[in-house]
């Protein structure tokens, strides 16, 4: 069965840092875009970053530019999310998302496989 499973969501203070994790069971990642999508309690689903099955193209949401950054590491069968400067309005769960077209597209509909996601919460 291919999945997707995220790692390394936590409670954090604000200005703090984490990096999530994104991995693969039962398939290489290494075909695939991966996209990292959040969603904040009674907000709509929203695409945070995504990058390409090669790796040369990323993208970002404009709330996290600059403060988020996206990589890959194909040897690991690992997508990782580094999260800096974290906000408040940053609290939601994540989810990582594989798209079979490799393609870098911040809209859910282009992904195919999706995990259970990882809480990050930001509070003092």
């Known amino acids: 069965q291919l999945q997707v499973v995220e790692s390394g969501g936590d409670l954090v203070q604000p200005g703090g840092s984490l990096r999530l994790s994104c991995a693969a069971s039962?398939?290489?990642?290494?075909?695939?875009?991966i996209g990292w999508f959040r969603q904040a309690p009674g907000k709509e689903l929203e695409g945070v970053s995504c990058i390409s099955s090669s790796g040369g193209s990323t993208n970002y949401a404009d709330s996290v530019k600059g403060r988020f950054t996206i990589s890959r590491d194909n040897a690991k069968n690992t997508v990782y999310l580094q999260l800096i400067n974290l906000k408040p309005e940053d609290t939601a769960v994540y989810s990582c998302?594989?798209?079979?077209?490799?393609?870098?597209?911040?809209?859910?509909?282009?992904?195919?496989?999706w995990g259970q996601g990882t809480q990050v919460s930001v509070s003092s």
């Open positions: 039962g398939f290489s990642l290494n075909y695939y875009a």
């Open positions: 998302a594989a798209s079979r077209r490799g393609l870098c597209v911040l809209s859910s509909m282009e992904y195919d496989y």
